[in-house]
Structures are given as structure tokens and as C-alpha cells.
């Protein structure tokens, strides 16, 4: 079955850097577009960024835009997640996603791992 497992979060001060890994497994990782989300307390669920299969291309929401980097190794099947300079409104949790299937995508969600970022 699809499994997705997040990992890398932790407690970290503003300007700092974590890096997320989302191990993958259960389908044909390199075949898919894949993408990080995340939720604040008391939020909805945002984008944070996504990649396409190759890794050739990849889009960010304005608000972490120049100081994360998502990449991907499909050799590996894991998604990654570089996060430099890092600001308390960073706060969340953070899940790797993919939607599989066609020509209906179902989405399938790790568990999550949270990042904490204090003052």
C-alpha cells in the first residue's frame, strides 16, 4: 500500500534551517508529482511547494518562496524539503503528499512531521 513517512522536523530558532525527508514507497515514486503541505494551529492546510516527477520544475507559495527548496531523488524515493531562514510563522505541521490514479487522483498524505520555530 501507498505509504508516505515524513521526517526531519524539530525545534529550531528563527533564521535557522531544517531540512524534512518524506520517505516513499508503494507506488512508482519517479511517475508522480509530489508535494509538501503544511498546517498551522487553527489554519487550514496551505501548499508549500510541489515538484514535478523529473524534478525539473518546481512551484513555491510566495510566502516561503527564496527560502525553501523542495528536490526530490528518485532513485532513493524520497521527497525533501530545505528550509533556510526560517521565521516563527513557519510553525506547522508538514506533510508530504502525491495524487495517484487516472483519470480520477486520489490523495494520499503522510502523517506528518512538526516544525517548531521560537524566539
Known amino acids: 500500500q501507498v505509504q508516505l513517512v515524513e521526517s526531519g522536523g524539530g525545534l529550531v530558532q528563527p533564521g535557522g534551517s531544517l531540512r524534512l525527508s518524506c520517505a516513499a514507497s508503494?507506488?512508482?515514486?519517479?511517475?508522480?508529482?509530489m508535494n509538501w503541505y503544511r498546517q498551522a494551529p487553527g489554519k487550514e492546510r496551505e501548499l508549500v511547494a510541489g515538484i514535478t516527477s523529473t524534478g525539473s520544475s518546481a512551484n513555491y507559495a510566495d510566502s516561503v518562496k527564496d527560502r525553501f527548496t523542495i528536490s526530490r531523488d528518485n532513485a532513493k524515493n524520497t521527497l525533501y524539503l530545505q528550509m533556510n531562514s526560517l521565521k516563527p510563522e513557519d510553525t506547522a505541521v508538514y506533510y508530504c503528499?502525491?495524487?495517484?490514479?487516472?483519470?480520477?487522483?486520489?490523495?494520499?498524505w503522510g502523517k506528518g512531521t512538526l516544525v517548531t520555530v521560537f524566539s
Open positions: 508503494g507506488f512508482t515514486f519517479s511517475s508522480y508529482r
Open positions: 503528499n502525491a495524487r495517484l490514479g487516472y483519470p480520477t487522483s486520489v490523495p494520499y
